[in-house]
Nanobody, 119 residues
């Protein structure tokens, strides 16, 4: 079992920055992917960014050129640097870890951290 703990959320004005951290209780080195998802009230959970084993990254179109995901395998931590924040970025942000076991994906989730961007 992998436990993920997010931190770094909060209230920020539009145009500001936040950095989210996700600390894993286990090694993230062997994870197929580590990512950040978000869910706003009334909306489905959506992918924000993820980094896949080997280092390639995926971003939602809405956050490209503003958000950057990175992973520190030595610290078992994944980060999401969020710049030029907009009110529409307001959501609960969840950390995700995906492990492949015999080709089947198993997903682990953190408890979420609230990000609120005021206009």
């Amino acid at each position: 079992q992998v436990r993920l703990v997010e931190s770094g959320g909060g209230l920020v004005q539009a145009g500001g920055s936040l950095r989210l951290s996700c600390a894993s209780s286990g090694s993230i080195f062997s994870m197929n992917a580590m990512g950040w998802y978000r869910q706003a009230p009334g909306n489905q959970r959506e992918l924000v960014a993820r980094v896949i084993i080997g280092g390639s990254t995926d971003y939602a179109d809405s956050v490209k050129d503003r958000f950057t995901i990175s992973r520190d395998n030595a610290k078992n931590t994944v980060y999401l640097q969020m710049n030029s924040l907009k009110p529409e970025d307001t959501a609960v942000y969840y950390c995700n870890a995906e492990r492949l076991i015999m080709g089947v994906p198993f997903n682990y989730w953190g408890q979420g951290t609230q990000v609120t961007v005021s206009s």
